[in-house]
């Protein structure tokens, strides 16, 4: 916190007494590497790999039902390897994970990979955004050898 904020040590102790509930956390012996709120899930959700900074790809799950920010974050891991994803997701309760209808991904065979082992009745979906890019993609080809 010093380096980031440019807060002393001591300032930082007594603005967060030992008693916090921040140190009595569930999650935070493995916070850095992954965070899972199992409340957040509903039966709608999506799948992303994203860099949230240079070199540290995520593996973040949202609940599209959601429309609050902070309520629809189902899981943030910093890694997109399959055994290290889906290790994390069977975590979630056999329940909330066979409840899941819909699942929207991009076209990643590992994404799809993740899917289909943690969520075995959700029907799996292609992200929009993926599949207009590929076809753009394919028209520019086209166009390109026509000419």
């Known amino acids: 916190m010093e380096t980031l904020f440019s807060i002393e040590d001591k300032l930082l102790e007594r603005a967060v007494p030992k008693s916090s509930r ?3 956390w569930n999650q935070l012996p493995h916070a850095e590497k992954w965070l899972l709120f199992e409340k957040n899930i509903g039966a709608y959700i999506g799948i992303e790999e994203m ?15 959601e429309k609050i920010a902070a309520g629809n974050i189902i899981t943030i891991l910093k890694d997109t390897d399959v055994k290290t994803v889906t290790s994390i997701l069977l975590k979630l309760s056999r329940f909330r994970r066979f409840q899941l209808r819909e699942i ?6 590992n994404m799809e990979q993740t899917a289909r082992i ?25 166009r390109v050898n026509s000419r």
């Open 22 to 24: 921040y140190l009595k």
């Open 104 to 109: 929207t991904l991009d076209m990643t065979p």
């Open 118 to 142: 943690s969520f075995p009745v959700a029907r799996l979906v292609r992200d929009r955004f993926h599949v207009q890019k590929l076809a753009y993609e394919a028209v520019q080809d086209m």
């Open 51 to 65: 860099y949230l900074s240079r070199d540290e790809l995520y593996t973040i799950l949202i609940n599209k039902e």
